[in-house]
């Protein structure tokens, strides 16, 4: 399974990014995680097949999961940025029947990231 990311970026706070993953299909659940400097990885946001979705208490209300299907394609619009969403975010996927989560172990399938800064 492949997985690639697009459309990190510089933006300043208050601003907005919406990012890209396309994969090669077959995923049962997929998510975005982050990972920042001196910080351990972090769930963002979650969505199952049936388009149910999970958010980390950090960004609910300002980022949004979404996919197309006929794409292979999940996305990622992040609203109201602040500094403190500054890191690298990794798009994973999972093949497996397993419950939603957004713990980066439960993911096989990693893109190789895609650096968001966001400036105060």
């Known amino acids: 399974v492949q997985v690639v990311e697009f459309g990190g970026g510089s933006v300043q706070a208050g601003g907005s990014l919406r990012l890209s993953c396309v994969h090669s299909g077959g995923a049962y659940n997929m998510a975005w995680l982050r990972h920042a400097p001196g910080k351990g990885r972090e769930g963002v946001a979650g969505m199952r097949h049936d388009r149910r979705t999970t958010y980390a208490d950090s960004v609910k209300g300002r980022f949004t999961i979404s996919k197309d299907n006929a794409k292979n394609t999940l996305y990622l619009q992040m609203d109201s940025l602040k500094p403190e969403d500054t890191a690298m975010y990794y798009c994973?996927?999972?093949?497996?029947?397993?419950?939603?989560?957004?713990?980066?172990?439960?993911?096989?399938?990693w893109g190789q990231g895609t650096q968001v800064t966001v400036s105060s």
């Open positions: 994973a996927v999972d093949e497996r029947v397993l419950s939603l989560t957004l713990i980066d172990e439960m993911y096989k399938y």
